[in-house]
């Protein structure tokens, strides 16, 4: 079985369980969003700041692993036009749900974003990622093809992890007992069933990628996973970045 597919069964599973990412949004929060009141996140505890999107009206809006029937609806109450990929069925489904019962229209897109995006060249205006990278082994190649598939100047906003939830213990948050890189596909010893297959990043593969990629960095802040004795201690596991894709003749020189 492919890794993805064994990602996309225990994702089945934490929505089962009432995972807070699968949890779609109810009516009364759509409804805000059509009156101006909203907020999305990009990290677990923190709330992205308005100013990162500008007015959504008539853009093309990816959400990029975006799946669950929570960021999608309200970009599309703001007025964004919207596709949404994912690769598990569950997450589109919600999708199918809360756009039927608001009656919007969105894109939905069953596909694996560790392989080639399904879409054209500068197709879009924004791409929203939220925590999704450490399910895939390799963050440079989607990061080149976001690039691909946004337009001139066009908005990315994703999010990364800096490695810290896998180096601790797992039953004892204050111990270190691993190394990174983590990835169980090179030490299957690694592997636990209900995380499924999870891999650390290096700042140097997500930041450096993405600068890689032809991207300027406009903004970014910290975020704890908001649980447990890291997020006690308030010590950040995730970063959320605010990119924009440089013109041709300025990325030729990043």
């Keep these: 079985m492919d890794y993805q597919d064994i990602n996309a069964e225990t994702i089945s599973k934490w929505i089962k369980d009432g995972w807070a990412w699968g949890i779609p949004i109810d009516s009364e929060t759509y409804q805000k969003a059509l009156s101006g009141q909203w907020d999305v996140k990009l990290t677990p505890k923190k709330n992205v700041p308005h100013s990162w999107f500008g007015d959504l009206k008539g853009k093309r809006l990816l959400g990029l692993a975006s799946g669950g029937g929570q960021q999608i609806p309200i970009f599309s109450a703001l007025g964004a036009e919207c596709t949404v990929l994912d690769y598990n069925d569950m997450q589109l489904e919600s999708e199918r749900i809360v756009s039927k019962r608001e009656g919007y229209k969105v894109d939905i897109v069953k596909a694996d974003m560790s392989k080639p995006l399904p879409f054209s060249n500068a197709c879009f205006d924004i791409i929203f990622c939220p925590p999704s990278l450490c399910y895939i082994e390799k963050v440079e190649p989607l990061l ?20 810290i939830n896998y180096i601790t213990d ?7 007992a691993q190394s990174l ?8 010893s690694l592997f636990r069933e209900e995380d499924g297959m999870q891999f650390s990043h290096s700042i140097t593969e997500q930041i450096g990628g993405v600068v890689k990629a ?41």
């Design 144 to 163: 080149k093809e976001c690039a691909r598939i946004l337009k001139d100047n066009g908005i990315l906003m994703i999010t990364f992890e800096n490695g």
């Design 170 to 176: 797992v039953n004892d948050e204050s111990r270190i």
């Design 181 to 188: 890189p983590f990835n169980p596909l090179q030490d299957p």
């Design 214 to 254: 032809g991207f300027i960095i406009t903004d970014l802040y910290e975020d704890t996973n908001g649980y447990g004795l890291l997020d006690e201690l308030n010590i950040p596991s995730f970063i959320a970045v605010r990119a924009i894709k440089a013109p041709s003749a300025v990325s030729g020189l990043l």
